[in-house]
């Protein structure tokens, strides 16, 4: 039989152990760490959403239970990164066409939160939000069975609505944040952002903007969350090589195969060098919002009107290691923007000590000094493009700076650790 003391032993160990496991919950700077909360990302997960779950796994390393919920699965063809049915397991899909459950939903429509935004909003409004009824129940519902008291919507259009919806009919707390211009986001923002209990943003750009445009409808703490990459992982083993004179300039452009992304520009200044007697050689990483049904087809005859079948390839929706490996064996990293409100490519890049070329455009400013950490080019302009990627291929001394200062700049202020943080540290300040 143990004796007494050993017993008593045994049972002051383990409540040491307890105090240290909630020591643990707690980070430097005596933030407390939650418990589990939920996160609402649309279409989830889709061929733009890495740094969402390189956040998850940030929050997750800092001992949050993080729980996702999303509106429905991205269309296969976006389906395109080897954590990516991982995720899907995961998340819990919001949307269905469950009459019953819509029933049950429209009968708690919120008409007294809601009688002044419809009176100014446009009809759309009313649509948007008939439609997230169903979805903001569910929600509510699965989180009051799994204990989650907190869900972060991680977009301002339906997924916000969503959110809103449930904490005004079902008292779910919940935050949102601002990834690009509002006017992307559809109406309704007073509401989406009124019952919020704290929101982010992730440029100074878009802070503005979104203060001047919902003034008291504003949540009354507002924080700065730029999204980030993991840059332990995106990182060279060998050291970052200039093109030799007279030999191939290797171009890598990622990005949502759309107009505004500007990859047509890109085409048209590989084109310009070419005809320059400049070797350059271009890979496009991505895919349009209909899995290639869409503007892949264009991009495509546009690669062929401008004769550059065997100099430009669209690569289509890739795994994010595939993603890195096309970076490290690129001289210069390029995405033509016409507006990006800040660019995780361009930190992919940066992080793995290419030199990367961006537009003066949206919140790109924030992120790349020109001709610090990379260079801006004005937006919508192939030949000044051109000549800037002729100058870089010819200056290999600025190229190897631009890739040292480039890396520096994402590692010291853009890691996906940061983000996490900020949701921690909006949780614990607005308790």
């Not at 480039?406 to 607005?430: H, M, N, P, W, Y």
């Amino acid at each position: 039989m143990q004796s007494p003391v050993r017993i008593e032993s045994a049972t002051a160990l383990t409540f040491i152990l307890i105090l240290l496991m909630r020591k643990r919950r707690v980070l430097k700077n005596n933030t407390q760490v939650p418990e589990k909360i939920g996160m609402l990302i649309p279409q989830f997960p889709g061929q733009t959403h890495i740094f969402f779950w390189r956040e998850i796994l940030e929050l997750q390393k800092m001992g949050v239970n993080v729980t996702l919920f999303s509106t429905r699965p991205p269309p296969a063809g976006l389906i395109s990164h080897r954590w990516s049915q991982d995720a899907m397991v995961r998340t819990n899909y919001l949307v269905d066409t469950n009459p019953v459950n819509a029933a049950m939903a429209l009968v708690r429509f919120p008409w007294a939160a809601l009688r002044q935004d419809l009176r100014h909003e446009p009809r759309e409004f009313l649509k948007d939000i008939l439609l997230s009824l169903p979805a903001a129940r569910r929600l509510a519902k699965a989180c009051k069975a799994a204990g989650i008291t907190h869900v972060h919507a991680h977009s301002a259009r339906r997924a916000a609505t969503i959110a809103a919806l449930a904490k005004v009919i079902w008292g779910l707390d919940y935050s949102v944040t601002l990834h690009g211009p509002m006017s992307d986001y559809g109406p309704g923002q007073g509401f989406k952002w009124r019952h919020a209990r704290f929101g982010t943003v992730i440029t100074r750009k878009l802070m503005r903007e979104l203060g001047e445009a919902l003034g008291d409808d504003l949540p009354k703490h507002l924080y700065l969350q730029p999204m980030g990459v993991d840059t332990d992982e995106l990182t060279r083993t060998t050291p970052y090589e200039a093109p030799v004179e007279g030999g191939p300039l290797r171009l890598f452009s990622c990005g949502r195969l759309n107009i505004v992304k500007g990859h047509q520009d890109v085409m048209e200044a590989v084109k310009l060098l070419r005809d320059r007697g400049i070797d350059a050689k271009l890979e496009i990483a991505g895919q349009d919002d209909d899995g290639g049904a869409g503007y892949y087809g264009v991009l495509a005859a546009k690669i062929k009107e401008l004769g550059l079948e065997a100099h430009v390839t669209l690569l289509g929706a890739i795994d994010a290691e595939a993603v890195q490996e096309k970076l490290l064996a690129a001289h210069i990293f390029v995405l033509a923007s016409w507006h990006e409100p800040l660019g995780v490519a361009y930190m992919e890049a940066m992080s793995c000590a290419v030199p990367t070329v961006g537009t003066d455009a949206g919140g790109v400013p924030e992120l790349i000094t020109h001709d610090e950490n990379g260079v801006l080019v004005p937006p919508k302009d192939p030949e000044a493009l051109a000549d800037m990627l002729a100058s870089l291929a010819a200056t290999p001394e600025r190229l190897m700076a631009l890739s040292v200062a480039g890396r520096k700049t994402i590692v010291e202020g853009f890691s996906s650790r940061k983000g996490a943080q900020t949701l921690v540290q909006g949780l614990a300040e607005t308790d």
